[in-house]
Each structure stands twice: as C-alpha cells, then as structure tokens.
C-alpha cells in the first residue's frame, strides 16, 4: 500500500510499535523524558497523603520519633544493649532515618500500579514512572525526619563532624536499593495481590535483620555471612557514622549496599520492564 | 503531503481466555509453573483458548490525513487504537509513527476529585505527555476555555458535571501532537459540550494534523473524516472514502436487543453487567409507535456510592443524540447505591418518533467526580409503522421528532369575557 511514499526522516520522532519482547532495556532515557509526569505525580501523592488530615505533617515528626523512643527505652534500657557511647534515643533514630525510607518506598511503591491502574490502560507513559514517583514521596518524610533529628543532636548538645557531608550519598544509595525493590514488588503485585499482604510482614523481619534497633557489634560470628550481604547494614551503618560521628568508616558494608543496589536495581528493572508490556491487558 | 504518518503492517492481537471450568489459580500453583519457566504465566494450563481482537490489519495513513474508524462494538476499534497509543502491545505485526503522538481515549484520565482545577490540569497535561512548561504557557487558554476562571483553587469533587468536563477537555484540546489518536470522547456530556469538543476536533483536522478519530456517531465521522475503515470482527472489512464506509456500517448493523458481559470485573465500583430492551416484558428489537418501550438496566455495586447515577441517552441510527435521562430525572435526589445488585428500569413512549433505527446507550457516574461505567450505544432498535392513524399524521410533519401534543380550543370571546370578569372583581 504507497510503498512509493517515504517515510519521513530525521528531526520527526519515529516511534515503531512491535509485539512484546523477552528483555526490554530499562531505557531510563524516556524515564527522564518524563521527569515532570514524574514530579506531578509524586507532589499529588504528597497532597494526597495529608491533604485530609488534621495534624499534617505532625504526623511524619512523630512517628519516628515515638518509634525510636520505644526501641531506646526496650533496647537502650531495659535490655541494656550497647550503643557505642551514643544515647540510644539518638542512636535508634539515626538507624530509623534510612530504614524507613526503605520501608516506606516499598510499602507506597507496592500498590501503585494497581491504584493508577486508570491510568495505565488509558495513556501511553514508561510504567516505572508510577512506583518510582510513589517511592520518591517518601522523601518529604525523610526531609522531615532528618531535621527532627538535627534538632535532636541539637538538644543533646552533639557535635557535627565532616563525615555529614557524604550523607546525601548514602540517600542516594538507600533510594537505589528501595527503588531495585519496589519495582519488583509493584510489578509482581499486579498479578499477585499476595504481596500486598505480605510485605508489611517481610519488612518488620528485615528490620530485625538490620541494624536499625541493635548495633551491628552484637552479630555472632555465625551469623555474620548471611548479615553482610543484606545491603541495608552498610547504609544504616554509614548513616550513623555521618550523623554521629561514630565508629569508623563502613567501607566493606557500603560497597556491599552499593553493588547489591545496582544488581537489585537492574533486576528489579529488568523484571519490571518486562511485566510491564502486558500491564494494560492484566490490570 | 504525501509523507506516511502511520504505518501499520499485518498488526494483530490476541488474548488467552481461560475457561472457567479449569477452575481456581492458586499462587502454589503458580509458584510452581513459575519456578519450571519463569514469566509464561500459565501457557500450560489446559484450557485456554486463543481469541485474535484484532487480526492482519494493514494501512497508511498520510501526514494531514483524517481517518475515521468505525465498527460495532467488539469489532476491534479500542484494541488499535490501544496498540498505536503504546497502551499494550500488539501479538503480531507491527506499526511506525513518525512524529509526537497524542492520544486520548478518555477525557480527565488522572484526574482527581481531592484536587484543585489546577493542580488536576497539570496533573491531566503531563498524564497526555504535556512538560510542565507546554501546560504553564497555555495554562491560560486552558482555563478560557474551560470557562472555570473562578473555580481554580476548588477540588474538583466540588464541580458541576459540566464544569468538570469542560475543563477535562479544554487540557486534552490544549496538546499539540502531530498524530493525534481519539477514542470515543464526545460520547460524554451535554449537548453544548459536544458541539465545542466537535468544533475544536475539526479546527485539529483542519490544521493540518494526522487524527485517526473512533466514534459511533456517524455524523461527525463523516463531518470531519475523508477516509474511514470499517473494521468488522477483528478485521478490516472496507478501507474508502467515509461516505462509504459510513453507508455500509449502517446498512450492515444488525439490531441488538441485549447486551450481556460478564458479570463480575473488579476493577469498577459499579459494574454495568445487563441491558435489554423490553416489550411488556418481551425482549424484542422492533417498535411500533404506539408502544412503549421498557428499557431494562442491571448493574452489580460493589462498594457503597453516594450520589451515583444511571444514565441513558437516546440517538438517532446514524449517531446523533436526540435526549438522554437518568434514574433521577423526577427525584432530583441524590441517593446512594448499596452493595449488591440493582436492576433500573425506564419506559420511554415512542409515539413522538419517527419510523426508524435507534440506539441506546448507557452510562453511569457520580457527576463531577468520576465516570463509573458505560457502553457505548450498544442497544440499537428499530420503530416501525404500526398503520396507526396517529402514525401516518406524525411521518408527515417536519422535524427529527414528532410528539402529539394536548392542545386547548375556546372560543376568543369566552376569553376575553373571563378577563373582564378578572379585572373587575
């Protein structure tokens, strides 16, 4: 049919629709395509969240902070474990900070694309927009959370050290193993609802696994291969020694969080990029 | 301009049904084929059957070109627009687009009621692939055109049905693409919105843009359509100029009395499940004038909605709205509907038409905030000279409708004689 006719070239975007493939690069280019898809829709989950509530954003400040003062009182107190000369409140908070960025991503991430699933079977966008922007939102609370905790360190009269100045690294670092994760964990909850119901549970085992509420000193040796690998040890640890000023340097744990990040983000792609194809048709 | 804008080669797409007398899924299950071959979900599974939606559809479209597409429902029209919006992936075949495209098949996708007209119009333009800087450059129009200046800063849940689809369409209206792909959008809202979704849908055909432009209202395909497709059963069947395709489209239509679908889908709230047009009770397809017809609606709730409504509108053969109603028309309450099922019934008397086709279609929101359901006129009947007197009078009168109106005779002079009466006491 006008085979005579050519199509156009160059400056005209050429898109190329073909069946769905075994292995769909994570083509983060047209994830940055739409960065402000991105953007709008993390800021209507944040407008979402506390839109109607009463106390807001009192809700993210105390939280953590209740949480952490539980865990000081259990762990710091009554069981008297050690916290490397730190007061556990401080201690435990810290912990808390990258934790729950972890666990929040993950939990928002989950069901999103069964929230936006309207969405999905109506417009043509790269899916990992959704669970992405729905981790990223967590990041309000995060920025909450950490200057609660200067003001804690504030009051406790504690010296700042240099070592903050690599703190948004090890953000950057804790948002790549949770966005890894909640890819696929969304993608998969699209055809399992299961997960939906078991992550709430998966994530409070995993806190115990890590470091949030004890100190890493009191793994025993036995233990100690399995505890390595889980990535978050490196960036609670790294954490700490930020905000704190404690310890030494984690170098071995954060390499392990770094590489696990990158492989847990590419798989996590991977998988994801390739469920997706068939989302509009299953969701 | 003779530049190819689309072309799609040997495109088709196929879905597996799987029967339910297999019985339940179980994760186990599942775990357990996934382990053996991870992602083919269940191919194993013993009954399954293939059904091609759409099969080995083949055409150009040149760059200006308005191209209309027209098929009864089931024909495959939402499936290619869905594989050339990018929404899902075709099974075979495969098709080109040179240039940005834009697509919608919904008007105020990704709106929502908690928030403001202007965060929803961002929210809408970058959902239809606007930047944040094309929405903010023509944010002004939006809202000229939407008419909703003083609404801006109130959540959307607050507006007028009307309102909300002004403003619905005015983003849709407000992107600029190259290739512009529309879905039955004009089906929704009253008579004045659709005649400015029409206009702005042709003043887009006239400037010079690609559209390929679904709809079931034959008037406005042929309006702003040269060339139309008439797909039928997964296939094209007809690809000429539009006059054409739309004549064979309505020469072909069959009557259709019921609509059934399956009667559970859990991605909707409200779930319209039956439809049927009935005669004292009997299913039927054909009306006399003198009759009334018993349109028969059930839907299964599966949440509680407060202030949702059923709807109906009523159009000619060829598509063109002549009324619409909903379930709250005498009430004017605004209810809410319960878990569980509901059957509505209307009885619409049919003196006031002519001999003819029809169809009916359904629908049901809460107005201003969200559509529940619809299907798109998939009722279509015929009324038919029943040799009444009142019959043969109406056929010869001018006008779309002929209704038989009471009318009150007296003589002038009483009149004049009871105003007297009037002025004097």
Known sequence: ?283 | MSEIAIRVEGLGKSYQITHATSGYRTLQEDLRALIKRPFSRGSDAPRQETFWALKDISFDVKQGEVLGIIGRNGAGKSTLLKILSRITKPTIGHADIYGRVGSLLEVGTGFHPELTGRENIFLNGAVLGMSRRDIQARFDEIVAFAEVEQFLDTPVKRYSSGMYMRLAFAVAAHMEPEVLVVDEVLAVGDAAFQKKCLGKMSEVAKGGRTVLFVSHNMSAILTLCKRGILLEKGGIVLDSDSNQAVAQYLNTEELSSVVERPIYDSTKKLHIYHATLLNHGKVTNSFATSETLTLQIKCRVSQRIREAQIAFDFATGSGEYLFSSTHQDFTGEKGELTPGDHVFECEIPLQMFRQGQYRIGIASSVPNVEMLDFIEQPLVFEIVDDSSPMFKLGQERKGIIVPMLQWQISKASEVSQKETVGLST
């Open chain 1, 1 to 283: 049919m006008a085979s005579q006719d050519k199509p156009v070239q160059a400056p005209v975007r050429h898109i190329r629709i073909q069946p769905a493939r075994a292995w769909v690069a994570l083509e983060l280019q047209e994830l940055w395509h739409f960065r402000d898809l991105m953007f709008i829709l993390m800021m209507r989950d944040i407008k979402l969240r506390y839109k109607q509530t009463v106390f807001g954003v009192v809700w993210v400040i105390i939280q953590p902070l209740i949480a952490s003062l539980i865990f000081a009182v259990i762990f710091g107190r009554f069981a008297g474990l050690p916290s490397g000369g730190v007061p556990y409140l401080l201690f435990v908070y810290a912990g808390l900070l990258p934790w729950n960025i972890f666990a929040g991503a993950l939990q928002r991430a989950g069901n999103s694309l069964v929230g936006d699933s309207k969405l999905i079977s109506k417009v043509y966008f790269p899916r990992m927009v959704i669970p992405v922007a729905s981790s990223g939102s967590i990041l309000v609370d995060f920025a909450v959370a950490l200057a609660v905790m200067f003001v804690l360190l504030l009051l406790n009269g504690w010296q700042l050290s240099l070592n903050l100045v690599l703190l948004p690294v090890f953000t950057l670092m804790v948002l790549l193993i949770s966005v890894g994760l909640s890819l696929f964990i969304s993608a998969l909850n699209v055809y399992y609802r299961d997960f939906m119901y078991a992550l709430p549970f998966i994530i409070q085992v995993l806190m115990y696994a890590s470091p949030v509420v004890y100190s890493g000193d009191l793994i025993p040796e036995l233990v100690k291969p399995f505890y390595a690998i889980n990535p978050m040890v490196g960036i609670i640890e790294g954490f700490r020694w930020s905000l704190l000023g404690t310890g030494e340097f984690p170098a071995l744990p954060l390499a392990v969080s770094l590489g696990i990040g990158i492989l847990l983000f590419i798989i996590g792609g991977l998988v994801f990029q390739r469920i997706a194809q068939n989302f509009a048709d299953v969701i």
